[in-house]
């Protein structure tokens, strides 16, 4: 409450001891405690009247409403939540649906107008290999006979 520290509490207990004496000093310090307790007991009410005073009011309900205003992580929350919903409402005929079935309809044709070009790729490869094979044992026979 008054923030005092024990070099403090220390320097006013020989002050006191000073002024007072050592036989009144017991007596001093408990009526100096009972004056404090008095003090706490009489700020304990005093809050506890206000906030019944308060509630019978409707303070809480307005301080919560605006705390709830106020919270930058709920309303962040609802800025999330709005957006989610829009993203739910998506609408198959809508100019981005028919963008995204076109751009589906010409990745398609594009997948199988490269797996037909690999499968052509494959098939023309082992063709031309073969031919090749033939082309060269007729040619090794041909340099044997001439020998």
């Known amino acids: 409450m008054f ?3 024990l070099t403090e509490l220390l320097l006013i207990g020989i002050v006191a001891l000073i ?4 036989k009144d000093l017991p007596v001093l310090f408990r009526r100096v405690g009972e004056f404090v307790g008095r003090m706490k007991g009489m700020a304990r009410e005093f809050t506890s009247a206000m906030n019944d005073a ?3 009011a409707g303070v809480k309900d307005v301080t919560r409403s605006i705390k709830a205003a106020a919270n930058p992580v709920k309303t962040g929350l609802d800025k999330v939540g709005e957006a989610t919903k829009e993203f739910t409402n998506f609408d198959p005929m809508s100019e981005t649906g028919k963008l995204a079935s076109e751009r ?3 990745s398609k044709k ?3 107008a490269t797996a037909k070009r690999q499968s052509d790729k494959n098939v023309s490869k082992p063709v031309l290999k073969s031919e090749e094979n033939k082309k060269s044992t007729s040619k090794k026979k041909s340099k044997s006979e001439n020998k």
Request: proline share 6%; glycine share 12%.
């Open 104 to 106: 589906l309809d010409s």
């Open 110 to 112: 594009m997948r199988e």
């Open 54 to 56: 308060a509630d019978q």
């Open 3 to 5: 923030d005092f520290g």
């Open 19 to 22: 002024v007072v004496g050592p």
